[in-house]
């Protein structure tokens, strides 16, 4: 039985509480909401998936690679290419998601690049570089590797392109690479960037100085590269050593050893210009070691190509954390003395992931910045090809699901724009992947993941799907440069 007195207390509670509410009502209705949840969600509290269909994509693009090629007999066993054009189907040609845009009435931006691929053909003293810049979304040669080998397999030329001293990564399956610890890097982007540095920066956003203690001790560096098991006969097979440089203040010495042999050893004396030491082998690579002496002030070293000596390469260039802003920042005399002594022919500009995950209503900022970048190259290198590649789609997690970042569009359009304005091709990759929500499409493909589960970066597998799309898209221009051009 209950007692009075405890009714008494419960009605007395309830009577505290509801003019505590009354007085402090408004206060707390402009603080709190509450939320009654639908009948289906006490049943489903996910949305229904709704992912971009890829299989079309897939079924077009994910299939050969340059050793699947050997086993289906379509991969020439050399590299004399002549009257050789790899068959672009109509498929690509007509799906505009998938072609390469133009601004209006500027359809021979690639016109520089496109006379650089006839002139393989005729002139075989010739080697053609491709500078494939972007952000981490390169790492490992992603994707640039693909495009390497497909144009060399066309186009001639062998080797995996130009690379750095130090490879703090460690991922790259086309090439081993062993440094020596005195190695000090300066950048021109990142928060390693330090504008009381010398800004003669390299091709590859940056160089490597020996850690000298004093002067007159002499003090001697290295790298090793070797031929990679994992590497396609393509990227094993290397004839021509170069090494570029800058001593403005010093002479130096640079060694070649093959094993303990010395092939040869040479003094460099000072000078403030870009400098470029070549060597041919007259052996197949299998490991080469490159020794750098001073006993005073260290050279700048920008980079090591390890090419053949006629085709082209496409350069790996990933500059993490970059959002491709930072060009400006390497003198236009240094920019041009490097293009013109490495033969560049065109640029390649992917970036854009690093701006995605903190959206923003407005990106007006980004492409007046990028423009002006792009506006920068084409003012040092009107002769060159610049191709801007868009954003690739990424993802983050809402309720359980996948879903596109809403400001992916607009980084897109500013790219766009800016590459328009600036007088450089574009390519939207986004569109080409799938649009909307297709990142998540990319990372839960079947039999094999396309991109890994952090939802912004492809594997190898999905990477060797875009380099066959844009290969595909730049082969579908070249044809019809030789169409209506010609």
């Known amino acids: 039985m209950i007692k009075p007195y405890k009714i008494f207390l419960l009605l007395f509670y309830i ?61 020439k066993n050399d590299n004399n290419n002549e009257n050789s054009f790899v068959y672009v189907p109509d498929s690509l040609k ?8 133009f601004p209006e009435g500027k359809e021979d931006l690639l016109e520089v690049f496109f006379q650089a ?40 030329g062998s080797g995996v392109g130009l690379l750095t001293l130090v490879d703090k990564l460690a991922v790259k399956g086309t090439i081993l690479q062993s440094t020596k610890s005195n190695w000090l890097q300066s950048t021109m982007y990142g928060y390693k960037y330090n504008p009381n540095n010398s800004n003669f920066y390299g091709v590859l956003g940056d160089y490597y100085k020996m850690s000298v203690p004093t002067a007159a001790t002499w003090t001697k560096s290295s790298v090793t590269y070797t031929k990679s098991p994992y590497g396609t006969p393509y990227q094993q ?49 299998e490991k080469i070691n490159i020794s750098f002496g001073t006993n005073s002030q260290s050279p700048e070293i920008y ?14 260039i990933p500059l993490r954390g970059s959002s491709g802003v930072e060009f400006s920042r390497i003198p236009k005399k240094h920019w041009q003395q490097q293009l013109k002594t490495m033969n560049v022919k065109c640029m390649i500009m992917q970036f854009g992931v690093n701006i995605v995950p903190n959206p923003l209503p407005d990106y007006q900022f980004y492409e007046d910045e990028f423009y002006a970048q792009l506006k920068y190259l084409k003012s040092i290198a009107p002769d060159v090809s610049i191709l801007v590649i868009g954003v690739s789609d990424m993802s983050r997690n809402i309720n359980g699901n996948y879903e596109s970042y809403p400001n992916i569009e607009k980084i897109r359009n500013a790219q766009k724009n800016a590459a328009f304005k600036a007088g450089c091709a574009f390519w939207d990759l986004y569109e080409a992947m799938g649009g909307k929500n297709s990142m998540p499409a990319w990372v839960f493909a079947k039999p094999e993941a396309l991109a890994t589960k952090d939802f912004t970066h492809f594997t190898a597998k999905g990477a060797g799907v875009v380099s066959e799309m844009l290969y595909k898209a730049l082969m579908t221009e070249y044809d019809a440069y030789h169409k209506f051009f010609n």
């Open 15 to 75: 009577s505290v509480i509801l003019g505590f509410l009354a007085f402090f009502g408004d206060i707390l209705a402009k603080s709190l909401q509450i939320k009654i949840p639908k009948i289906t969600a006490l049943f489903n509290n996910k949305k229904e998936e709704k992912y971009a269909d890829i299989t079309k994509l897939q079924n077009e693009f994910e299939k050969k690679t340059p050793s699947d090629n050997k086993k289906n007999g379509t991969e």
């Open 94 to 101: 007509i799906n505009e998601k998938l072609r390469i845009q």
């Open 117 to 156: 691929l006839d002139n393989l053909k005729k002139n075989k003293d010739t080697m053609v570089r491709v500078l494939h810049f972007g952000d981490s979304q390169l790492e490992g040669d992603r994707i640039t590797a693909y495009m390497r080998e497909k144009f060399q397999s066309n186009f001639g």
């Open 237 to 285: 097979k290397v004839e021509r050593i170069r090494v570029f440089f800058r001593n403005p203040n010093a002479p130096f010495e640079i060694g070649l050893n093959n094993g303990e042999k010395e092939i040869v050893k040479q003094k460099i004396e000072k000078s403030s210009n870009l400098g470029a030491f070549y060597y041919d082998l007259s052996e197949p690579f």
């Open 303 to 316: 980079g090591v190509a390890l090419d053949s000596k006629v085709g082209i390469t496409f350069d790996n």
